[in-house]
């Protein structure tokens, strides 16, 4: 038995609890960050509610959208289809058009506990963030001159423009967070005799790596962390022309990057391993590649010897052996292979790690990194805890905005005596797409953001990537297939088993499961919404609930304010509200069409069911007419099924002697959208001119 | 499955004007399926109702919906106390059957079809159904190769074909199978071509009392016994 609706608002009473799905880029990504949402959002061209969505889930949105290393992109399941969604460049043009600069961020101060970070990179100023929001009064020590950690001196200017950080560090003044450059912190006592409760240390892994050949502290061999502060904070190293570059990490196409456009003439990495074992990101060595840096795998240097203002540096050939810990192989040298190259300068860049002064007297673990507990971030110290590269060894961005954040929290908790509380209560979308899944998806592009030629590139350190046009942002972020959001079968006592939703499904993912219900797997389905709109049980509900209500509440919103309108013959329009469609051809064609046009904006015209273009006409439209993105729309066959039901919707119209032409549905790419519109809203007045004159003529 | 399909629009309107107001009751068995009288069409239906009588304003009528897992059977019929008593008539959107089912149990309310309870069928994917048995109560599909000539021949013979068959179709219409060919090819399929020189006599026209009742298990005190 089924409970249908209770009065004619049409909002149906089905459930109120939110039943979407954690999808895959939000559990890669170290912030959790609400990806799905606010991409969907961009391809709704609504980047200021995307860039809400964004500044929710993390402190510095501006700096992640340069310099992240996208772990959503790699679990992207469009990935599967055809290409990840570009999410970073996405966040960027959400960043940039979305008015990130113009955002103010405000806190005041409500606990009295002070708290000391120690140390100024992503991780102590995301914690200063959240701690501010919280409202305890926070201070941040930082023994360079300038703040910012490795964002500051470890990033290229290239990757991250200085100010970007700069306003995020702006804000966080603004915020009331005190900020102490050069200051070294040597002893935590002395904070706490200051009268700071808590301290929390993210003082990075700034110590490089050593080769340990011989040699390897000759005049002329730099390590790359300290190569990239001297650049970074100012200072113009001589590089000579031939420079070297050991290692595969980012630090070391970063560096050569670096060193490209500081002149050198010829730059190049040696790796001891194969480009698949690379771990710098694909993206940039790319980038390298193009700007002239020359990359030798497969051989590692053994010897180092100063001769006559050169470096000669002895070399040995590499095979790759067994895989190790690491999962990657085992580099073996290959005896007698050892040959001689000479360079000006050699940098290394092989690894980093933290160097925390003994008298912290904190625990120490594996590779100089500080021991904490995982979950409450605590030391071995009452009130000290840590986080960021100084406890995981070198990792990105994003991870130690991540440990700041939870560090903020946890801070919170013990400064408040709170035991540490769960969050997550929404399920983790599981699996991959199946193959038949996989087939019926359209496959659309991705759209990488320009970047500047590679002569333009190696002239400054002006950042490389463009941001995205408008259009490309749009297009891109359609291809998102909101894994995790689909629909579900509300109740299995009220549906009918009658198969329609298995018949109607683009992409065949319903199915009679072995006791004979039927099964719509949340793992793949594309929430397209048309068995939703078809089921002839009404018991299909799309899972997230604001989905499930949108168009109902829309309708009913829109029909209000046009009961309250004097201007006539009103005319009421779905409109899609992907794409260009809803943001930029349309809009300029609701302005053309003028007052008297009433616009439901619906996210999919594959959404709208029959009934709620009859309660249109019912609550008073002239005409209604359903305008869909037509061969853009990123789904299969919403047309046709929107084309279906107004055909149906036209034989009510006909029966009860009103034009069926006062329906129109519109897909662009087929017609002149604009002249179609004219001639439809004309012909609607004539109608509309024609049944009031009856009327009088009646009374 | 019963297949039926919802009146035109013309005739439910005219059935229902002499009531004010009317309950809209769907079915979720049968017409849910065959999409004829299901929650979405009673929504459908009933917002097509209203916006009838908003444009053509003849009368005022109040309508209520609801829709029961089945209209068949008393027990179901049971959940409606509270909302047929406010209401002047109950426009069904079940099979016939459903709708007397109605009528019986509530004897003072006008119960009114909204649908035409058409055959007995089968899917043909979506949204097509083709009538499949005309329940005659002597089911002798074991010699048809499982095609049914009395529904699906024209004239229902049982020894056929006619002489009517031309290129695999019936002489009504060339669009329509000759059931007959048919049932030849599938009995050849299955070897069992010898049925076709079985003779069957011809079917029983005389009248069969109507309406039939199959009485499988008795309730205790029922004064009735097994069939």
Redesign the interface.
Known sequence: ?????SH?G?VRQCGSLDHSLIPPCQTACPLHMDIREYVDLVAQGKTMEALQIIRGGNPFPSICAYVCTHPCEESCRRGQVDNPVSIRALKRFAVEFGGDRMVQAEAETTQPEKVAIVGSGPAGLACAYYLRRRGYPVTVFEAHSAIGGMLRVGIPQYRLPREVLDVEVKRLIQMGVEIRTETRVVLLDLLFELGYKAIFLTIGAHQSLRLGITGDESPGVIDGATFLREVNLGLKPSLGRKVAVVGGGNVAIDAARTAARLGARTVRILYRRSRTEMPADPGEIEQALAEGVRIKYLVAPTKIRREDRHLVVTSVRIKLGEPDASGRSRPVPVDGSEYEERYDVLITAIGQAPQAPGDFNVRIGKGSTIQVDPVTLTTNRNGVFAGGDAVTGPATVTEALAAGRLAAYRIDDYLRHRYPTGTATRQILPGDLKVETVEAIKKLERRIPEVLTPQERKKAFEPVELVYDWETAVAEARRCLRCGVGAEILSQE?C?????CL??CPYHVPYLDGKGDIQIPADQCQACGICVAE?????IVLRSLADRRSIDEELEHVLGGMAGSKVKPPILGFCCQYGLYGTGALARLWRETGAGTWIVPVLCVAKV???HI??A??KGAEGVFIAGCGEQCSRENTAFYVNQRATRVRK?LQ????EPERLQTFFPNEQDLAAEMDRFTEAVGGYYLASVMAKEVKQ | MIVAEQK???EIRSMIAAYGRVLLL?C??CV????AG???????L???L???H???GDGSHEFS?????RQCDPE?LA?LSGRTEEVDAVLSLACGIGVQAMAEHFPDLPVLPAVNTTFLGV?D??GAWDERCSACGECHLEDTGGICPVTRCTKGILNGPCAGTKNGKCEASKEMDCAWVAIYQRLERLGQLDRMSRYHPPRNFQVVPRPRRIVVRTAPGSGEENG
């Open positions: 038995m089924s409970n249908s609706v004619p049409m009220r009918a088993t009658c198969l329609t018949r109607v089921c002839p049980a009404r018991v069911e029959s009934e009859l309660r006409f019912e009510v029966a009860i002697s009103l | 035109p629009l013309e769907g979720g068995t849910t399926v065959c999409n299901g929650e979405r069409e009673v929504s459908f009933r917002h097509a209203q916006l009838a908003m444009k053509n919906e609801f829709t029961l897992k179901f959940l899917a994917g979506q």
